[in-house]
């Protein structure tokens, strides 16, 4: 669970299953139903004992089981469409680390992205998966009031963490927060960053109101902020920098790629994340004045 929020810390993982559980016992049973199928999957397959015991080869079969319910709702067939989507995770995993290891990119949330989108697309071909579900589970990210109250300001702090796991409860993301605080002092600071930065730049384009409450156009920045200022690059201010320009871009894209998988349900994933983290890594070669990132022990995503 941990691996999410490129955290290898148990007590990260303790408070975010509780934060899942939190929300409803969907969320957390279809998680560890997803991370567990994953991770037994990954051990059977033959997997490097290292990237289990760090948690990656679990973590985007949590996120599967996870969006599994979130969208397609209570059924049998959602059971399956988890432990199915958890083991094309693990080999997704696999193909991605060792295509990307080549220019040193982290598959980050890569495999969840790539299975959740095409059962995003595919699902509503298939009546006994599909249900006669509504054609989007989350609303547009273009249109609504774009005033923004204060208490929007303060539910989005927290939603902007717990939107990372689907979830649009507020009290969700303050456990969360918490968990990522046992981590790192760096990475609660990162993550609070994140947040921030994610709802003004969401503010000041005059993204809808509802949406930035909800954590829509925020959780992209999150995950960037704790990727590149706390966990891959040096913590030296032109990286912080190059981290906050980032975290922005993330926020734009958001919005662009909801627009893009409209047709399919507007599913954006955590596709923003992984898109402006894979490039803005894969510049830092060019650029003299950004840190490469530092060395890092097995167990980063």
């Given amino acids: 669970m ?4 490129l955290q290898e810390k148990l007590v990260t993982g303790v408070f975010i299953t509780i934060a899942l559980f939190s929300a409803g016992w969907k969320p957390g049973v279809f998680g560890l139903l ?15 004992r290292k990237r289990i015991y760090f948690g990656l080869e679990g973590y985007c079969g949590a996120l599967i089981g996870i969006a599994a319910v979130t969208y397609l709702g ?21 193909t991605m680390s060792a295509t990307m290891g080549t ?26 998966i599909w249900h006669g579900g509504p054609a989007a589970a989350l609303p547009s990210a273009t249109t609504g009031d774009t005033v923004v109250s204060f208490g929007n300001l303060i539910e989005s702090f927290f939603t902007n963490v717990s939107e990372i796991f689907l979830l649009d409860k507020w009290w969700a993301g303050l456990i969360m927060l918490i968990g990522l605080g046992l981590a790192s002092r760096a990475v609660l600071l990162a993550a609070c960053a994140g947040s921030v930065i994610g709802t003004l730049s969401a503010w000041v384009m005059g993204a809808p109101a509802a949406l930035i409450a909800e954590g829509i156009y925020g959780y992209n920045a999150v995950l960037v902020m704790i990727a590149l200022a706390a966990t891959f690059l040096a913590r030296t201010p032109i990286n912080l920098l190059y981290a906050v320009i980032a975290a922005i871009f993330s926020t734009a894209l958001t919005a662009a790629l909801a627009n893009f998988f409209a047709p ?18 894969a510049a830092i070669p060019l650029f003299s004045a950004i840190t490469k990132p530092e060395p890092r022990e097995e167990g980063a995503a």
Avoid: K
Avoid at 2 to 5: A, E, I, M
Avoid at 104 to 126: D, K, N, R
């Fill in 103 to 128: 220019w040193s990119l982290p598959a980050l949330t890569g495999p969840f992205c790539v299975v959740g989108s095409l059962i995003a697309i595919g699902a509503p071909s298939f009546e006994r």
């Fill in 74 to 94: 209570l059924h049998f067939s959602s059971w399956l469409v988890a432990i199915a989507g958890a083991i094309a995770c693990t080999v997704i995993t696999a």
């Fill in 34 to 48: 997803g991370a567990g199928v994953s991770t037994a999957t990954a051990m059977l397959l033959g997997s490097e």
């Fill in 264 to 281: 399919f349900g507007g599913h954006t994933l955590t596709w923003p994340f992984n898109l402006t983290t894979w490039a803005f890594l």
């Fill in 2 to 5: 941990g691996q999410v929020d």
